[in-house]
């Protein structure tokens, strides 16, 4: 699916049908948070793995708030490393990382690539909620110092909606590119993730559903 379509399916499903963005965001996190806790569990140290998740500006950012809260209810530990001071945020991000500071997820607002460096630690699973489908061009500044952190970490490194840094259509990876194990796709597989470039950053593709209504689906062709 093409990145005007997928953004396309979110804004129908919220202006024409009246679902709230929150919800869809919901429904996007638990379901990616249920396929990292499936990873997890699967390999050395199960639940007990630690998990780091890394929260960009927008809302993949939110999906990430929503992802660690659920991880949490599921046993794991989880921290958050924002990459934006949380009052930076809007919208439905805004609500779900307000969520996450009342409830006392650990929580760090990072603003130095050395804050990065310390505070992703090799043990951990990362999460990459950086950018996602509103991302133009490689990963700038501190986005950038994040991706090149997380792909030299030994952990599992799962990719949320897509990999920072690949482009959602061409599938062509930019400098640097987050390199996942797992990538958790919202609605259906990106048009980019067919291409034989994409493929060395993707890991396991999953595709998770956001709830909305098969009819908007058939309208994009979404089995
Ligand atoms: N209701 C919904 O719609 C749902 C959406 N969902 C989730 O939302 C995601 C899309 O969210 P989104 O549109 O907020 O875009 P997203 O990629 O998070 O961030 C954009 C921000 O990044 C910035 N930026 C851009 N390029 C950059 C670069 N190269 N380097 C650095 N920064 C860069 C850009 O800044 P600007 O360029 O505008 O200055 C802007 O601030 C989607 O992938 C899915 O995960 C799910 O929850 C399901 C329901
Ligand atoms: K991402």
């Known amino acids: 699916m093409k990145r005007d379509d997928v953004r396309r399916v979110d804004q129908i499903a919220i202006e024409d049908y009246g679902m709230l963005g929150l919800v869809l965001m919901e429904n996007a996190g638990r379901g990616a948070a249920e396929r990292i806790a499936a990873l997890c569990q699967e390999s050395p140290g199960g639940a007990a793995h630690p998990v780091c998740i890394l929260c960009g500006p927008g809302n993949n950012g939110g999906d990430g708030y929503v992802i660690a809260r659920h991880l949490e209810l599921l046993g794991f530990s989880v921290h958050i490393l924002s990459l934006v001071p949380l009052e ?117 593709v999953r595709v998770v559903g956001i709830g909305v209504p098969q009819a908007l689906l058939n309208d994009f062709a979404v089995a």
């Open 88 to 204: 930076r945020l809007t919208g439905d991000a805004s609500v779900n990382a307000s969520i996450a500071a009342k409830a006392g997820l650990p929580l760090q607002v990072a603003t130095s690539a050395e804050d990065l460096d310390r505070w992703i630690t090799d043990d951990e699973t990362v999460v990459d909620c950086l950018l996602g489908t509103g991302a133009t061009g490689a990963p700038r500044g501190l986005y950038g110092d994040a991706v090149k952190l997380a792909n030299k970490r030994r952990g599992l490194r799962v990719a949320i909606d897509l990999p920072t840094g690949l482009d959602c259509d061409t599938g062509i990876p930019s400098q640097p590119t987050f390199r996942a194990d797992l990538t958790v796709t919202f609605v259906a597989e990106k048009e980019g993730f067919t291409k034989a470039d994409a493929k060395p950053w993707l890991g396991t």
